[in-house]
């Protein structure tokens, strides 16, 4: 097999041992390329820890269970509740009016002890569950669409008078509505940079009909009341969001949490939630600091990185580009550069806003942006961390099972993407049956999308049968039999075989390379040996080849005794002689000379192609072999027929 672009095998120097099998040694050159390359991955797997231990560092059990307590509090309503209060329960508008008043004040408003004893709050701030203190005051939002912007068949005008359509941006309503004198009643526009929000029915902007509430229990849930009697939820509207921050000093942790309930034009509510743990203000702790040392030293890391880059294009240029190793590198640097980048604005961004968010305590405290901002560097550096872990697959060439498996994925590259075409035109053919025929029944196959999620979950082997068979009684099982046949049993079997047999050609291939992880070992013993950490092994092949020198050259002076003494000398020397060359010869082979080690360390590397191509000659001689045989059997049964007649 050929190594790697950009990285070739040392050059192995092959001598016989004593017992004649083939001992591979590294040379200079070789020796040095590999204690480079070894030199190379001590440095990226600093790199590496360094990049980890900053990630882990920027996530914590704590984010998790934080998250867990305020869906509990929001989302899942009390024994003692309701059940129809709840937020996941609400169905309606006045579902909606139900929450708003009920669970959603009685968890943003601890006014009380457990033992009913009233609380005194320091600037009228509210404590959830007594750490969490409420950042300012909650929001509430809503978007609402025009009347009149869908189209009603004519039979149906003297039935139906308003038609308010789907949210779309061009059908948004921003005129004054209702009491016109507040402004929950006026439409407040965004700034361009505010990010949309992607609900389940749409993409909706960051505007809309906004309202706080004050910081007395008492005086939010008048004026939820006053608004429900005034009807400012209405039949335009479309979606309505509840927002609100908290701050856990115990824990370095800002919570924000939205709670989103949309009005479909269909009718009824779909209800989600979002809750996001994050930590803005970084550098509190020593542990922090000791973080900020590993972000600084990963910074100097892609600093050397890119130059380096930098230095190889220059010297390689468009062979630069031919290496899917080089192309990896260049995107682990640009995830590193763009989480950077993130990293430094959201820390600006936070800085300069803190003060500015907290000054009021009965003003809303935007959060959104920063969240979305730190989750979104989150994101990038999670990005980073993989592309990085695979990167070290090109350190580790020198593997013999690595170098077996990345020669298989290249090998068979061809065959997966013709397998790869014909799997997906019938999986997308599949999937598109089940979304047409069982798209209104089944949750599962609702939209194209998530038929193809649900297939997927079929190979796995989690799927739901009486589903598809009770919205189908026919096409249903059909569907599932001949899914599950042509695709687990029959598609999937196939790719397997293609990549069992790839494996057996490029493992019976690798049979004749030699192994580059005895000399990998071979450094590491001689690290150890310098360190002396370790004893030096002896040589047994240096001892054998010490004690074959002493018996050569004692055999050469029992000779020239001989010749002195003078007794039957011509006959000694006829029968000595002859065995001098022989022992010279040995002697020869035992001790290549430097032009022939360079001659046999030129010749004993074999890339695959020459390999292949000497498969393929052997084959044609076999078959040559094969006529002539044929043929000389033709001419024997002639001359025997001859010898006959």
């Known amino acids: 097999m050929e190594p790697p672009i950009g990285r070739q095998w040392p050059a192995v120097d092959q001598r016989l041992s004593g017992r004649g099998a083939v001992k591979p040694r590294v040379t200079c050159s070789g020796e040095l390329e590999l204690k480079t390359s070894l030199r190379e991955l001590i440095i990226y797997i600093v790199f590496l820890t360094d990049l980890c231990v900053m990630t882990f560092g920027m996530v914590s059990t704590d984010m998790y269970y934080l998250n867990k307590v305020m869906s509990h509090l929001f989302l899942e309503p009390t024994s003692s509740d309701d059940d129809r209060s709840g937020f996941r329960s609400i169905r309606s508008r006045s579902d909606f009016w139900r929450f708003a008043e009920g669970p959603l004040l009685d968890g943003l408003y601890w006014d009380k002890w457990y033992n009913n004893m009233t609380l005194t709050l320091q600037n009228n701030n509210s404590r959830i569950y007594y750490e969490n203190l409420l950042l300012g005051v909650a929001q509430i939002r809503q978007l609402r669409v025009r009347n009149n912007t869908c189209s009603i068949y004519p039979y ?39 990010p949309w929000y992607w609900g389940s029915m749409g993409f909706y902007s960051s505007g809309g009909y906004k309202f706080t509430l004050p910081n007395s229990k008492q005086e939010s849930m008048e004026k939820l009341v006053f608004l429900r009697h005034n009807s400012w939820l209405t039949r335009g509207t479309r979606i309505v969001f509840i927002d609100f921050s908290t701050y856990n000093a115990n824990i370095n942790l800002f919570c924000i949490v939205r709670l989103v309930v949309e009005f479909p034009a269909m009718g009824s509510a779909l209800t989600s939630s979002h809750i996001y743990s994050v930590k803005l203000l970084r550098y509190v702790t020593y542990y922090d600091y000791f973080l900020a040392a590993c972000e600084v030293t990963f910074f100097l890391f892609i600093i050397t990185f890119i130059i380096q880059e930098a230095i190889k294009i220059v010297k390689m240029k468009n062979e630069y580009f031919r290496s899917a190793w080089n192309w990896l590198d260049l995107l682990v640097l640009v995830v590193s550069i763009l989480a950077i980048v993130f990293n430094i604005y959201r820390t600006i961004k936070v800085s300069l806003l803190m003060q500015e968010l907290l000054s009021d305590a009965r003003v809303y405290p935007d959060f959104c942006f920063l969240a979305y901002w730190q989750v979104l560097y989150n994101n990038m550096i999670a990005v980073d961390v993989f592309f990085a872990w695979l990167k070290l697959f090109k350190y ?26 014909m799997f997906f035109i019938v999986f997308f053919a599949y999937a598109q049956l089940g979304y047409l025929v069982f798209g209104s029944q089944v949750e599962e196959f609702s939209s194209f999308q998530n038929s193809i999620f649900m297939q997927f979950r079929i190979v796995l082997g989690d799927f739901n049968f009486e589903t598809i068979e009770a919205a189908d009684r026919i096409l249903g099982p059909i569907y599932f039999i001949t899914f599950v046949f042509f695709v687990s049993f029959v598609l999937l079997n196939v790719f397997l075989a293609i990549i069992n047999d790839t494996y057996s050609e490029v493992k019976a291939d690798f049979e004749v390379i ?116 044929a043929k000389l059997g033709r001419i024997m049964t002639s001359m025997q027929h001859m010898k006959d007649t």
């Open 156 to 194: 149906f005008h003297t039935f139906l008078e308003d038609c308010y359509s789907e949210y779309r941006y061009r059908a948004e309503d921003r005129s004054d509505f209702g009491l016109r004198n507040e402004s929950e009643w006026k439409y407040t526009s965004a700034s361009l940079l505010s």
């Open 396 to 421: 580790v060439s020198f593997n013999k099972t690595m170098t077996q498996l990345s020669s298989t994925l290249s090998h068979c590259a061809k065959d997966i993407i013709g397998f790869t075409i």
């Open 514 to 629: 030699p192994s580059q992880e005895l000399q990998i070992r071979d450094l590491f013993r001689k690290a150890l040996v310098k360190l002396k950490l370790k004893k030096p092994d002896v040589d047994t092949n240096q001892a054998d080849e010490s004690l074959e020198r002493k018996e050569f050259s004692a055999y050469k002076k029992m000779d020239i005794s001989n010749l002195s003494n003078g007794n039957n000398a011509n006959k000694k020397n006829h029968l000595k002689l002859p065995k001098l060359p022989e022992g010279e010869e040995k002697l020869h082979q035992k001790y290549p000379s430097t032009e022939d080690r360079d001659s046999v360390t030129a010749q004993s590397y074999v890339s695959t192609a020459e390999f292949q191509q000497l498969l393929r000659y052997t084959a044609e001689l076999a078959k040559e072999l094969n006529d002539t045989n």
